[in-house]
T-cell receptor
Framework: GAVVSQHPSWVICKSGTSVKIECRSL??????MFWYRQFPKQSLMLMAT?????????EQGVEKDKFLINHASLTLSTLTVTSAHPEDSSFYIC?????????FGPGTRLLVL | DQQVKQNSPSLSVQEGRISILNCDYT??????FLWYKKYPAEGPTFLIS?????DKNEDGRFTVFLNKSAKHLSLHIVPSQPGDSAVYFC???????????FGQGTILTVHP
């Protein structure tokens, strides 16, 4: 069964609004979770590493003030896209580490109008 | 700088035949290599992995081969089934804990 869940699976919002995406580790307390985005027909790009109880580590080129990550508990990490614009429309996926692999959530499709 | 590359955007195979998906990398510090299968609008599903100290790992119909000198790995699926049709991503795990670097993906289509 699924070990990582995401909510919502789909979200459509108006430009300028903020959107929060939740990622839950269902079977394991995860001190580290990861956030990726995928544009159509492209690879998964790591955005940031979410660390429980401390600040997230962002990849180069990712605006930390725009993509707010909170990892307040060992089973929940959230990604908030602030003041979303159409170019933020994408597929956002989270994962949790498991030894030498990662287990991914089902993803969240964001469409900003 | 694309550290993990999948140079074939797509592959078409007849059911029952072998599918071979290729992946090249540039960073010799990667510790593990992984293959994921992904359907549209879904998260990737882990298939198989290989440690950098091994040259082969097998799990059912899936076998991954690693050639460190050539910085090349491949995923063999045999026999291929129509249900294998999906996008396959090669990924590499580096020394930074848990950080995966993905290739561009290869669309596999298995025809009945």
């Amino acid at each position: 069964g699924a070990v990582v869940s995401q909510h919502p699976s789909w979200v459509i919002c108006k430009s300028g609004t903020s959107v929060k995406i939740e990622c839950r580790s269902l079977d394991f307390q995860a001190t580290t979770m990861f956030w990726y985005r995928q544009f159509p027909k492209q690879s998964l790009m790591l955005m940031a590493t979410s660390n429980e109880g401390s600040k997230a580590t962002y990849e180069q080129g990712v605006e930390k003030d725009k993509f707010l990550i909170n990892h307040a508990s060992l089973t929940l990490s959230t990604l908030t896209v602030t003041s979303a614009h159409p170019e933020d429309s994408s597929f956002y996926i989270c994962s949790r580490a498991a030894r030498e692999t990662q287990y991914f959530g089902p993803g969240t499709r964001l469409l900003v109008l | 700088d694309q550290q993990v590359k999948q140079n074939s955007p797509s592959l078409s195979v007849q059911e029952g035949r072998i599918s071979i998906l290729n992946c090249d990398y540039t960073n010799s510090m990667f510790d593990y290599f992984l293959w994921y299968k992904k359907y549209p609008a879904e998260g990737p599903t882990f298939l198989i992995s290989i440690s950098s100290i091994k040259d082969k790992n097998e799990d059912g119909r899936f076998t991954v081969f690693l050639n460190k000198s050539a910085k090349h790995l491949s995923l063999h699926i045999v026999p291929s089934q129509p249900g294998d049709s999906a996008v396959y991503f090669c990924a590499a795990l580096g020394t930074s804990y848990g950080k995966l670097t993905f290739g561009q993906g290869t669309i596999l289509t298995v025809h009945p």
